[in-house]
């Protein structure tokens, strides 16, 4: 097992969306821990990490142990000869080496959040974030819908960390891929069709030790 960092510096605003709401004035709200601060799932980061590593298996020219099932087949289920991207990511029928542990605000900026938390306690109008207005557009006409204006709510552009579990080895093609693949990742969260969620230098991943 093997344990690794990584770092998402956001370089615009991000939601994760709770599925939660205040009626008539938020409709959308971002993901908060137990202390109210913001955070990303872990799976929210693997699901578009994994969105990354499937197309670069795809597009070929990878060394020949590094291979992915074709196209319209079924997922692996042959424990031995399964490939590359259902090995590391998983399938219904086996779990994933690779385990992404949530991203929280990094350590610098925690005691900041927090005291903007203390000194409005607002659970509404959350101070630590913006409101951000959109609409819906009707498919048929390209126009905007009437009565569909909606606020979410998205944290300003900074960063978090989150630690990576290995449950297993992993070869040197196998490790370069993983951090070809993370580095990929364009954005994270809801609304990245509105530029919302972008990412610097995608998911950037340490080893123990702080070493890229």
Same mark, same amino acid.
């Given at each position: 097992?093997?344990?690794?960092?990584?770092?998402? *510096?956001?370089?615009?605003?991000?939601?994760?969306?709770?599925? $939660?709401?205040?009626?008539?004035?938020?409709?959308?709200?971002?993901?908060?821990?137990?202390?109210?601060?913001?955070?990303? @799932?872990?799976?929210?980061? *693997? !699901?578009?990490? %994994?969105?990354?590593?499937?197309?670069? $298996?795809?597009?070929?020219?990878?060394?020949?142990?590094? *291979?992915?099932?074709?196209? !319209?087949?079924?997922?692996?289920? #042959? /424990?031995?000869?399964?490939?590359?991207?259902?090995?590391?990511?998983?399938?219904?029928?086996?779990?994933?080496?690779?385990?992404?542990?949530?991203?929280?605000?990094?350590?610098? $900026?925690?005691?900041?959040?927090?005291?903007? /938390?203390?000194?409005?306690?607002?659970? =509404? #109008?959350? @101070?630590?974030?913006?409101?951000?207005?959109?609409?819906?557009?009707?498919?048929? &006409?390209? &126009? &905007?819908?009437?009565?569909? $204006?909606?606020?979410?709510?998205? =944290?300003?552009? =900074?960063?978090?960390?989150?630690?990576?579990?290995?449950?297993?080895?992993?070869?040197?093609?196998?490790?370069?891929?993983?951090?070809?693949?993370?580095?990929?990742?364009? %954005?994270?969260?809801?609304?990245?069709? =509105?530029?919302?969620?972008?990412?610097?230098? !995608?998911?950037?991943?340490?080893?123990?030790?702080?070493?890229?």
């Amino acid at each position: 097992m093997t344990e690794w960092t990584y770092t998402l *510096k956001f370089r615009s605003s991000v939601s994760i969306f709770s599925g $939660l709401a205040v009626a008539g004035l938020v409709d959308r709200m971002v993901m908060r821990n137990h202390k109210g601060l913001p955070f990303i @799932p872990g799976s929210s980061v *693997k !699901g578009r990490w %994994r969105f990354f590593a499937e197309r670069l $298996l795809q597009n070929g020219g990878l060394p020949d142990d590094l *291979k992915i099932h074709k196209t !319209g087949e079924p997922l692996c289920k #042959n /424990l031995k000869s399964r490939c590359t991207l259902c090995k590391l990511f998983g399938n219904p029928a086996f779990p994933s080496m690779l385990l992404v542990g949530k991203a929280e605000l990094d350590e610098t $900026l925690k005691g900041h959040f927090e005291n903007l /938390l203390k000194q409005n306690p607002n659970p =509404v #109008n959350h @101070p630590d974030t913006e409101l951000r207005p959109g609409t819906a557009i009707s498919r048929i &006409t390209g &126009t &905007t819908l009437k009565n569909h $204006l909606f606020f979410n709510e998205a =944290v300003p552009p =900074v960063i978090f960390t989150g630690k990576l579990i290995i449950n297993g080895t992993l070869n040197d093609n196998e490790e370069k891929f993983l951090r070809a693949s993370a580095r990929l990742v364009d %954005r994270i969260g809801g609304r990245k069709s =509105v530029g919302m969620g972008g990412l610097d230098g !995608g998911i950037r991943i340490a080893s123990k030790g702080g070493a890229e």
